[in-house]
């Protein structure tokens, strides 16, 4: 565990942590992740059967002496950092409900059982980074209770936004609630981040896990949060562990909060849906909506719009950010991708390599490795099926993690897309120097010609081995990467 004090220096504050460009990260909802059995506080309570309907509200039992279970398996997969949705005590499956930020949930085995977890995985040279929803709390935090019980006599009734009294946390149909909540859901009580006990309780407690030994935080809603809470949270957090990755779960242009004083990275979304487009462009689900987009995000693309979104969204951080964002096909809030895919694992396949491909940290959504193609929320939260032995998907995300640690320029800043003959084929660099790499990729049915830029290039690696050795020609649905040393 780590109980580093002090206070952090401006450039610990500001300088991204170098070990974020390097990782591969797989992202873990506990409650359908793995049962262990060895939770006290589970026995002689009724939990759903493993596998029930993710739609439905209860508790499959999952819990993190099951992920410290499945760090062999995870590993070898070629994972070296975990990013859990939320730990702490809650009445809801997916625990954005808090009820207490300083008690892990006693389902999930509470405390000591996150310490053991954390040990573990450092034991490996592993990582771990926990999901901070700092916005709101539970109807049950300990906190909004007492004003539930006490009224305007409460001391705490200054911690959040009140209307209008007496409070109506179970409002009937029309009746104000009286407090603000987030998304008018009054389940999720909206703290008063400028009052004072208010902001030193939530930054105590980002400081109290950093200390216990997680590598950072995952920020849920940071943008509805005022933003000197955040400069003060990324003081309060390098100070100690000037590594910590802060990530935040922006949608869209993170710009405004991406400067040095705030967060590392973003969840990169933009090149989520970029992605899934034009690899996925027979099969994306145009008309799907997501709560938290104005617009459909899933449209085909063409090369051309697909080169130009990746283009631009990279061009709008500084390389220092591009290293640290997290780059995901999708997670706990939105349909897996082998679902907006139309179940095509050969368009997941490509897709995952270009994720691969990128500068920042690949996100890997738990399960996607065996095939689960849950739709939209709460389809995405299905029970992981041990019972199944892996397969390909499973291999080729191994193949994916060992060759982006193979080949130093998949972890570099420069990418540039060389111009192509075909709408099918995407041609691109990365790296530079002698360690420069050009890459092909075929997204469509058929094979195409291939004319590398010099014949002198040298094959690293091919997705389709009976092509390794060739350079004129790249299979369907295939990749193919050359050494380009070339000036």
Same mark, same amino acid.
């Given at each position: 565990?780590?109980?580093?004090?002090?206070?952090?220096?401006?450039?610990?504050?500001?300088?991204?942590?170098?070990?974020?460009?390097?990782?591969?990260?797989?992202?873990?909802?506990?409650?359908?992740?793995?049962?262990?059995?060895?939770?006290?506080? &589970?026995?002689?309570?009724?939990?759903?059967?493993?596998?029930?309907?993710?739609?439905?509200?209860?508790?499959?039992?999952? #819990?993190?002496?099951?992920?410290?279970?499945?760090?062999?398996?995870?590993?070898?997969?070629?994972?070296?950092?975990?990013?859990?949705?939320?730990?702490?005590?809650?009445a809801a499956n997916h625990r954005y409900?808090?009820?207490?930020?300083?008690?892990?949930?006693?389902?999930?085995?509470?405390? #000591?059982?996150?310490?053991?977890?954390? +040990?573990?995985?450092? &034991?490996?040279?592993?990582?771990?980074?926990?999901?901070?929803?700092?916005?709101?709390?539970?109807?049950?935090?300990?906190?909004?209770?007492?004003?539930?019980?006490?009224?305007?006599?409460?001391?705490?009734?200054?911690?959040?936004?009140?209307?209008?009294?007496?409070?109506?946390?179970?409002?009937?149909?029309?009746?104000?609630?009286?407090?603000?909540?987030?998304?008018?859901?009054?389940?999720?009580?909206?703290?008063?981040?400028?009052?004072?006990?208010?902001?030193?309780?939530?930054?105590?407690?980002?400081?109290?896990?950093?200390?216990?030994?997680?590598?950072?935080?995952?920020?849920?809603?940071?943008?509805?949060?005022?933003?000197?809470?955040?400069?003060?949270?990324?003081?309060?957090?390098?100070?100690?562990?000037? +590594?910590?990755?802060?990530?935040?779960?922006?949608?869209?242009?993170?710009?405004?909060?991406?400067?040095?004083?705030?967060?590392?990275?973003?969840?990169?979304?933009?090149?989520?849906?970029?992605?899934?487009?034009?690899?996925?462009?027979?099969?994306?689900?145009?008309?799907?909506?997501?709560?938290?987009?104005?617009?459909?995000?899933?449209?085909?693309?063409?090369?051309?719009?697909?080169?130009?979104?990746?283009?631009?969204?990279?061009?709008?951080?500084?390389?220092?950010?591009?290293?640290?964002?997290?780059?995901?096909?999708?997670?706990?809030?939105?349909?897996?991708?082998?679902?907006?895919?139309?179940?095509?694992?050969?368009?997941? @396949?490509?897709?995952?390599?270009?994720?691969?491909?990128?500068?920042?940290? !690949?996100?890997?959504?738990?399960?996607?490795?065996?095939?689960? #193609?849950?739709?939209?929320?709460?389809?995405?939260?299905?029970?992981? !099926?041990?019972?199944?032995?892996?397969?390909?998907?499973?291999?080729?995300?191994?193949?994916?993690?060992?060759? @982006?640690?193979?080949?130093?320029?998949?972890?570099?800043?420069?990418?540039?897309?060389?111009?192509?003959?075909?709408?099918?084929?995407?041609?691109?660099?990365?790296?530079?120097?002698? +360690?420069?790499?050009?890459?092909?990729?075929?997204?469509?049915?058929?094979?195409?010609?291939?004319?590398?830029?010099?014949?002198?290039?040298?094959?690293?690696?091919?997705?389709?081995?009976?092509?390794?050795?060739?350079t004129t020609s790249l299979a369907a649905?295939?990749?193919?990467?050359?050494?380009?040393?070339?000036?």
């Amino acid at each position: 565990m780590r109980f580093a004090t002090g206070e952090a220096s401006s450039s610990a504050s500001t300088a991204a942590p170098a070990w974020v460009s390097e990782a591969v990260v797989y992202q873990i909802f506990p409650d359908r992740f793995r049962r262990s059995g060895r939770v006290a506080a &589970q026995d002689g309570l009724e939990l759903m059967p493993w596998g029930s309907d993710p739609a439905l509200q209860g508790f499959q039992g999952g #819990d993190l002496y099951g992920v410290i279970e499945a760090l062999d398996h995870l590993q070898g997969l070629g994972i070296t950092c975990l990013s859990l949705n939320p730990v702490f005590a809650s009445a809801a499956n997916h625990r954005y409900h808090a009820n207490d930020y300083l008690q892990v949930d006693p389902l999930l085995g509470g405390n #000591d059982a996150l310490e053991a977890l954390i +040990e573990a995985v450092h &034991q490996r040279g592993m990582r771990l980074i926990l999901d901070g929803v700092f916005n709101h709390c539970g109807r049950g935090f300990w906190a909004f209770h007492h004003l539930l019980e006490n009224g305007q006599t409460s001391p705490y009734r200054h911690w959040f936004h009140v209307d209008q009294w007496p409070l109506q946390p179970y409002p009937a149909a029309g009746q104000s609630c009286g407090y603000h909540c987030w998304w008018n859901d009054p389940a999720l009580p909206k703290f008063r981040h400028d009052h004072p006990p208010v902001r030193r309780h939530l930054l105590d407690v980002a400081r109290t896990w950093i200390a216990a030994g997680a590598d950072g935080w995952r920020l849920d809603v940071p943008d509805e949060v005022p933003g000197d809470f955040w400069d003060e949270f990324r003081q309060t957090v390098r100070a100690e562990n000037p +590594e910590a990755w802060i990530v935040g779960e922006i949608w869209g242009d993170a710009r405004p909060w991406l400067g040095g004083e705030r967060f590392d990275g973003v969840m990169n979304y933009p090149l989520t849906w970029s992605i899934l487009g034009y690899f996925g462009a027979e099969n994306v689900p145009g008309e799907l909506k997501l709560p938290a987009l104005p617009e459909p995000p899933y449209q085909p693309l063409d090369r051309a719009g697909f080169e130009q979104r990746i283009s631009e969204v990279l061009a709008r951080y500084r390389p220092a950010v591009n290293r640290c964002m997290l780059n995901l096909l999708d997670g706990h809030d939105t349909p897996r991708a082998l679902h907006v895919l139309g179940g095509d694992e050969a368009a997941l @396949r490509l897709c995952q390599l270009f994720l691969f491909l990128l500068p920042g940290a !690949p996100c890997v959504y738990y399960g996607t490795e065996m095939g689960l #193609d849950g739709g939209p929320e709460p389809g995405c939260r299905e029970a992981y !099926p041990w019972d199944v032995p892996s397969g390909a998907l499973a291999d080729w995300l191994r193949e994916l993690a060992a060759l @982006r640690r193979r080949l130093p320029a998949l972890r570099s800043d420069a990418l540039s897309f060389a111009e192509s003959p075909h709408d099918d084929l995407v041609l691109l660099r990365r790296g530079e120097g002698r +360690e420069r790499v050009w890459v092909a990729i075929n997204r469509g049915d058929e094979p195409l010609p291939l004319t590398p830029p010099s014949p002198a290039m040298t094959p690293l690696w091919a997705s389709a081995p009976a092509a390794a050795g060739t350079t004129t020609s790249l299979a369907a649905r295939s990749a193919l990467i050359l050494a380009d040393p070339t000036p």
